[in-house]
Structures are given as C-alpha cells and as structure tokens.
C-alpha cells in the first residue's frame, strides 16, 4: 500500500555532487520519520542520515559536513542533498520510512525503497 520511489543517482566525479529525492505514495496522513541508508559492494548496509517529522536530523559521522537531508511532508518527500563526494561514497543508495500512518490511522512500521546506484570516480 505504500511505496517508496528514488531518483537522482548516477555517475560524477570526486568532489562533485549530487541530489537524490524519494517520493512516498499512497494513501498516506504522515511519516514518522525518513532516512538514507546505502550499502557499498562487499558490505553491509549502513545509515547515511535521518529526519523525524519535528525535522531532528541524525547523520552518520562519515557524511556529517558534507551531506544534507530535508523532507517536504507536504509532497511525502525526503532528499538527500550529498557535496564533496568521495570514491568511498559509492553504494547502492536506499530510502526507508518509518511509522507511515495511513489515512485509515493505520501505521506501516517501515518501507524501503528499491534503491538507486551511486557511484563516484576518481
């Protein structure tokens, strides 16, 4: 019932940038709270950043300075706004949302995303 859609990935060089969005459909009333997560070739899936609803952010030291996350609760967006990337930053991206209460007052503990592929060159 509720689906979680990404775009903005791709290719780009170190140092560049790159804004990813995800869009939450359904019939939704509100979204606890949003997040990134990736998972790099060979490893585990890790937390990139976090916005609750009261928009209180959490970001994981890697990114901290360099990454931004915002959401629109207006649209069910979240973004992802990633600067001065670094080779090490290539991963497969994923959106999750936590506690998605419907319009019935029903809650969707969580949701991922299909994830979206970033990768960053040398």
């Known amino acids: 019932q509720v689906q979680l859609v990404e775009s903005g990935g791709g290719l780009v060089q170190a140092g560049g940038s790159l804004r990813l969005s995800c869009a939450a459909s359904?019939?939704?009333?509100?979204?606890?709270?949003l997040g990134w997560y990736r998972q790099a070739p060979g490893k585990q899936r890790e937390l990139v950043a976090t916005?609750?609803?009261?928009?209180?952010?959490n970001y994981a030291d890697s990114v901290k300075g360099r990454f931004t996350i915002s959401r629109d609760s207006g649209k069910n967006m979240v973004y992802l706004q990633m600067n001065s990337l670094k080779p090490e930053d290539t991963a497969l991206y994923y959106c999750?949302?936590?506690?998605?209460?419907?319009?019935?007052?029903?809650?969707?503990?969580?949701?991922w995303g299909q994830g979206t592929l970033v990768t960053v060159s040398s």
């Open positions: 999750n949302a936590d506690r998605v209460i419907m319009l019935t007052d029903k809650i969707v503990l969580e949701v």
């Open positions: 916005i609750t609803s009261g928009s209180k952010t």
């Open positions: 359904g019939s939704i009333y509100r979204i606890n709270a």
